[in-house]
């Protein structure tokens, strides 16, 4: 057995070693086993099905680490194919479990006879990843569930990035989710994970419910014990007359943090890039976490990009690589709409046009029905529009300042539509323009170790 892979199994032992045995300990291991093969029968053999359990999941981790293939079986067995889209789309989060950064919890609560359960959680300084499962729902054709992390005197500390929402089949009897809370400075040890479950039933006989649920955890953090690295960059690229410096980047075990500044003499907005990556010199490569970035992270000034962790990797020479930039001109970044002539007067460039103004009817902000005006813009294709990024306050021609109250678009179509206020305006209106896809050109590698 290779040391890395007896170092993990060895540790799993230990973790397990002094684990007080639970008089429905069944329970426990039909959750992580029998969803693979309902029809086995487990041996009540208590000592040896937590080894057993600790065993496949090792081998579950490692075999999606290094089989693209067994992954993709493992997807058709029901209650794995969570397990393998949370693990497998995140290199850095499948090497911190591989390497034993994971704490099981196994903590529950109930409404009715639906129960969550907080099965395991990974922690640093940065963020708490949380996986956790909701069973007991094949009456209910949908469950939404909004999450929040508590202190244990009931004070918000963190709202979730995550959450399920499930069209269920009435097969599956359970539904997985990954939620991730950014931490604030003196982490507590305890926790209180709320979550407001509202459901659906499959017809008028089966009622939905809305209501909270409240689970109290704790992190163990000598388990989560480490250092974070610093690599210090300084070094500034020209693309196209723009000027970005790559400051530094800080490596946490759940992700990679990158920091930028931008020019002040700069011609135009860096809203993002399009192939960023961190590799190494076999052959790795690191990106962009899709739920942690944000094109309002890129400031007039400096920008945050968050990328995989290769924290445990520890690469003897790493590179910051990437080939073109999404930047749009300073005195472009607004869209002026005429409202009264229905005719958008200035924008980036002409991939970008007014299709019409409508109305929109809603009632997801209010209890009631309410009517907003609606801005339908056409892209030239579905990959523009959804690069395209609007901030969420605009002004009209008096510089008085509103919210706009939210967005549609459709799968295939190439048109957004942004919902504001439906009232009397001082024409013309402006839109701030967050992202776009007009995009500068150049290769660029940089070793910053």
Known sequence: MPDQ????????????????????????????????????????????????????????????????????????????????????????????????????????????DVTVTIDQVIVDEEKMVLFYTVENIKHYNRVYAHTQLNTLDNQKYAYGNGSV???????????????????????????????????TGWNKNVYGFSDTIS??????????????????????????????????????????????????????????????????????????????????????????????????????????????????????????IDLDKRALISAPDDHISLFMIGEYESDFYNSKIKKYLSLVFLMRDEHQRDLLEIDSDFTDGMQNEYQIQGYTYRKGAKTKEIHIPQQEYMNPIKLRIVDYPTTIYKDVVIKIK
Do not use: C
Request: hydrophobic fraction near 35%; charged fraction near 30%.
């Open 5 to 112: 892979e007896e170092k993990l199994f060895n540790g799993l032992k230990e973790q397990y070693k002094d684990l007080p045995i639970p008089e429905d300990i069944d329970l426990y291991i039909k959750r992580g086993i029998s969803k693979a093969n309902n029809k086995s029968k487990i041996k009540r053999r208590f000592m040896i099905s937590i080894i057993t359990a600790s065993m496949l999941l090792f081998i579950l981790v490692g075999s999606i680490r290094v089989s693209p293939s067994f992954a993709m079986y493992l997807n058709n067995i029901p209650g794995f194919s969570k397990v393998v889209e949370f693990i497998y789309n995140d290199k850095g989060l499948k090497s911190a479990i591989d390497h034993g950064f994971v704490q099981s919890v196994g903590e529950s609560g109930k409404y009715d």
């Open 165 to 199: 929402l499930d069209f269920n089949t009435g097969i599956d009897n359970s539904v997985s989710g990954k939620v991730e809370f950014y931490l604030k400075d003196n982490i507590p040890d305890d926790f209180i994970f709320k979550v407001d479950l509202d459901t």
């Open 215 to 336: 689970i109290e955890f704790s992190v163990d953090k000598n388990l989560f014990e480490y250092d974070k690295k610093l690599i210090a960059i300084h070094e500034t690229v020209e693309i196209e007359g723009q000027r970005i410096t790559f400051d530094s980047i800080f490596i946490y075990p759940t992700r990679t943090e990158l920091k930028l500044t931008f020019d002040k003499n700069n011609t135009k907005k860096i809203s993002g890039f399009n192939d960023l990556r961190i590799s190494d010199n076999k052959d790795n490569e690191w990106f962009p976490i899709e739920s942690d970035n944000s094109p309002y992270l890129f400031k007039e000034s400096e920008a945050i990009v968050y990328l995989e962790s290769s924290y445990f990797e520890d690469p003897e020479e790493m590179y910051v690589a990437f080939s073109s930039v999404r930047a749009v001109n300073k005195d472009k970044v607004d869209l002026v």
